[in-house]
């Protein structure tokens, strides 16, 4: 089954604890992104990757760091949380050749305290 | 950059009745794609339709149709016969079609309950 695989699914956790959430997709897609979703906001990018070894900065950047040493992770880095980053994470992926239809992980539901 | 505009935070409508969620967008490009998603309360982000932006014809995929004016930057979402289901959080969303990056922004949502 296609799909993108988060995990962890909920995580509540303490400021400056260090935080990895995973992202796997099994598409072979190219292009990766992650997304924070914020009541009022939105799906705001925070990281975008066009392919293996190639990140780039989305519109809310700060606090967060990503790797693409594989086509098929993405993981979203917390160096050290802080409370404003206490929000809904999403992880899509797509292929760049197609119709441009993103295709969504289930969400984590991060609370940083 | 684009922006994408949902002036409606919240809609109801009543069982079997259609209703119609409003999108207006701005860009200076001429090529691109728009899209409808929704989120039910799993979270889970389910695409609803996708418009190509060349294209005049607007698409429909069963209950579920679009009126694309581009002129206008105007992309509203029509829903016939509204059942229980169709209550989720829908969002608007704009992408620019360049080489290997299909950065896709989003507007705010429009939260719609179905009542029965």
């Known amino acids: 089954e296609a799909q993108v695989t988060q995990n962890p699914r909920y995580l509540i956790t303490v400021t400056g604890k260090k935080l990895t959430v995973t992202c796997s997709q099994n598409?072979?897609?190219?292009?990766m992104s992650w997304y924070r979703q914020d009541p009022g906001l939105g799906l705001r990018q925070i990281y975008y990757?066009?392919?293996?070894?190639?990140?780039d900065k989305g519109d809310v950047p700060e606090g967060y760091k990503v790797s693409r040493k594989e086509k098929r992770n993405f993981p979203l880095i917390l160096e050290s949380p802080s409370p404003n980053q206490t929000s809904l994470y999403f992880c899509?992926?797509?292929?760049?050749?197609?119709?441009?239809?993103?295709?969504f992980g289930e969400g984590s539901r991060l609370t940083v305290l | 950059a684009q922006t994408v505009t949902q002036s409606q935070p919240e809609m109801s409508v009543q069982e079997a009745e259609t209703v119609t969620l409003s999108c207006t967008y701005d860009?200076?490009?001429?090529?691109?794609?728009l899209f409808w998603y929704k989120q039910p309360p799993s979270r889970q982000m389910i695409l609803v339709i996708r418009q190509e932006a060349y294209k005049q014809q607007n698409a429909t995929e069963n209950r579920f149709s679009v009126n694309f004016q581009k002129a206008a930057k105007s992309f509203s979402l029509k829903i016939s016969d509204s059942q229980l289901g169709d209550t989720a959080m829908y969002f608007c969303a704009f992408m620019k079609r360049r080489y290997n990056n299909n950065d896709m922004r989003f507007g705010a949502g429009t939260r719609l309950t179905v009542k029965p």
């Open positions: 899509a992926s797509s292929s760049t050749g197609g119709t441009g239809e993103l295709f």
């Open positions: 860009t200076s490009e001429n090529n691109y794609y």
């Open positions: 598409m072979n897609h190219e292009y």
């Open positions: 990757s066009m392919n293996v070894e190639v990140t």
